[in-house]
């Protein structure tokens, strides 16, 4: 059976060595794919607020903590 991978090595002046390359896309895999839903509209954070909050939409505004937990500040 003939392989579908075209590799090549990384060549020597990138600096990166070798390394496996991404598989042929006639092998038909696919590396990745997201999906995202639809995000309904809704009225903004106040400019202020929005810098604070790292968001200008509510529905987005998720509470993420390094160690988990509740915010205390």
């Known amino acids: 059976m003939m392989s579908a ?3 090549k090595p990384a060549p ?15 092998a038909g895999l696919t590396i ?3 999906t ?3 995000q309904p509209w809704e009225t903004p954070y106040e400019p202020a607020k929005s ?3 790292g968001t ?8 993420f903590f390094k160690t988990g937990g509740d915010f205390h500040g």
């Open 32 to 34: 990745a794919m997201a």
């Open 12 to 26: 020597a002046s990138c600096g990166c060595g070798e390394k496996l390359p991404a598989p042929a896309p006639a």
């Open 56 to 63: 200008i939409f509510p529905c987005l505004d998720k509470p």
């Open 51 to 53: 810098l604070k909050q």
């Open 36 to 38: 995202v839903p639809m």
């Open 5 to 7: 991978c075209i590799c």
